[in-house]
């Protein structure tokens, strides 16, 4: 063979391989494009007209929005008083204020503000492949993004008006620019603006805290020190007016309220002091076991005990193998995950929703641990790719029957019969001075105009035991009408109707029956 010939084929190859790269190229575009366009599509097609208020968050949403558009400040307008909302971050009601001063007003703003979810999920699935491409191949990227397109846990919370599609956009997007940034030499501009949209991110929904220590521990593992500091202290002061401002006005309201309406921190720490350091440990203990409860659930291909035992074996297995193989490529984003799992193990609540807001990146992890596995040899691929089969057939399965039964919209068709109910007694049987102590109060509100209250307190003990009808009545209901003046119960669960029944059968009555309604019951307030 002559050198001529080696250099005739060499300058063949250059050509086709550039070509290849091109295609390769515009195949992954176009795979972006796919992906985003489905996940816009099904996050649009679950926009319904049901009302906001059926998990109670979305309606105070709502709420604060309305209070920033109208110019009142960051208020709880619902409650007597409209106190400071030091409860939720005000990133998502800022953002739908925004929204709201292009629409026709409320309710129809709401439409849009389910709809905006939709444009959330499409940037989330294009960002999830976008970084699973930097430790697994293109295809398995897509079909990352696909998976997470089509997830009925997003589309569940899309679906409503929610803060998470919003924040899990804002995660995966500055873990894309973390870990990139991580990788490139130290410039201390970029660390300051890494810190201002950490801080942003923590605005939308609190646990985006995490990414600070996350983002830090890992640029000071790689010897960057000056750009860990200028990070830190650039999302630190960002958060500071927020921290001062919300410190400032914490406490003030009556201990009922406090769980629903004051800060988290604030709730979490007297849930410790309430309980003592036990609660920690029980809490852990029950999340746990709730979250691999509902993982078993989700991908678990045949129902009883072992075989989801033997999921979530399979699924903490692929785990510790993601963990593997991400640990250079995407070690920030797995801290973050670290640290996001350390916050909602410790947090006396139900754990789904805090799960499903990163969903996505709980599939990465899944997916990068697969996909290292199946890179091994030939017996582990083996066993890898049979386990990777009986968890997709699992999650296929419940994919299907989550669509067919349009779960999606279940919490919404659970609770819009009661929701509607209770405005409509309220609205037409009411005055427009009066303050009502409902369920649903922020839905109330916002269809009636009316003044409302909860009629229970919120605590962490709720979650780790069940109160009793007389403990419901005594540290929630008794108190709220000793705070508020209320000058109705109208309720619509049925705990609510035995807790108001049995104030009305004691020596001292709290409350006198109204009226029945369908749905619900109405009892007056009887002065002290």
Not at 26 to 31: A, L
Not at 261 to 286: F, H, I, N, Q
Not at 293 to 312: K, N, Q, S, V, W
Not at 323 to 350: E, Q, S
Request: proline share 7%.
């Amino acid at each position: 063979m002559t050198s001529g010939t080696l250099v005739s084929r060499s300058a063949v190859g250059a050509p086709l391989a550039d070509e290849k790269a091109r295609w390769l190229g515009t195949t992954w575009r176009r795979g972006l494009v796919f992906v985003g366009a489905v996940a816009l599509a099904c996050g649009l097609a679950v926009v319904d007209t049901r009302p906001v208020g059926v998990v109670h968050d979305d309606a105070m949403y709502v709420i604060l929005a309305r209070s920033l558009a109208t110019g009142q400040g960051y208020r709880f307008l619902n409650v007597p008083g409209h106190p400071a909302a030091t409860h939720f971050p005000p990133g998502y009601p800022a953002v739908l204020a925004a929204v709201s001063w292009l629409t026709a007003g409320f309710p129809s703003d709401v439409v849009a503000f389910k709809a905006l979810n939709g444009v959330f999920l499409g940037a989330a699935a294009i960002l999830i492949a976008l970084l699973a491409r930097r430790v697994v191949s293109e295809r398995w990227a897509l079909a990352l993004g696909l998976a997470s397109a089509v997830s009925v846990p997003l589309l569940l919370l899309g679906s409503m008006v929610l803060s998470e599609p919003l924040f899990l956009v804002l995660v995966l997007a500055v873990l894309l620019w973390l870990e990139s940034f991580a990788e490139q030499p130290g410039n201390t501009a970029h660390a300051a603006m890494l810190g201002v949209v950490i801080a942003a991110c923590t605005l939308v929904r609190a646990h985006g805290i995490v990414l600070i220590p996350a983002a830090a521990l890992a640029l000071v593992l790689r010897g960057r020190r000056g750009d860990a500091a200028v990070l830190t202290a650039s999302a630190v002061l960002c958060l500071l007016p927020w921290q001062l401002w919300a410190a400032r006005h914490s406490g003030t309201l009556p201990a009922p309220l406090l769980g629903n309406y004051d800060s988290y921190a604030s709730w979490w720490l007297r849930g410790v002091r309430e309980m003592g350091p036990m609660m920690v440990p029980r809490t852990v203990a029950k999340t746990t076991r709730e979250t691999t409860d509902m993982l078993g659930a989700l991908f678990a291909p045949i129902r009883g005990a072992m075989p989801r035992e033997l999921t979530i074996g399979i699924l903490l297995a692929f785990a510790v193998g993601g963990v593997a193989a991400g640990r250079r490529r995407l070690p920030i984003t797995l801290l973050f995950l670290g640290g996001y799992a350390g916050i909602v193990a410790i947090w006396p609540f139900a754990p789904a929703r805090f799960v499903w807001g990163v969903w996505p990146l709980v599939l990465l992890l899944v997916a990068m641990g697969a996909h290292w596995a199946m890179s091994r040899p030939t017996p582990m691929r083996m066993t890898a790719f049979a386990a990777l089969a009986w968890i997709v057939i699992g999650y296929g399965a419940y994919e299907v029957r989550a669509a067919r039964g349009e779960w999606w919209s279940s919490i919404a068709r659970a609770n819009t019969p009661r929701i509607a109910s209770l405005v409509r007694w309220t609205s037409a049987r009411t005055q427009p001075g009066d303050v009502v102590a409902t369920d649903d109060e922020g839905a109330v509100y916002l269809y009636t105009g009316r003044q409302s209250v909860p009629v229970f307190s919120f605590t962490a003990a709720h979650y780790l035991r069940d109160h009793t009808v007389a403990e419901e009545a005594d540290e929630g209901l008794i108190p709220i009408l000793a705070a508020y003046p209320v000058t109705t119960v109208v309720a619509g669960t049925r705990t609510t109707l035995d807790v108001a029944r049995q104030l009305t059968q004691r020596p001292a009555p709290r409350l006198a029956p109204r009226e029945e309604f369908p749905g619900g019951a109405a009892f007056t307030v009887l002065p002290q």
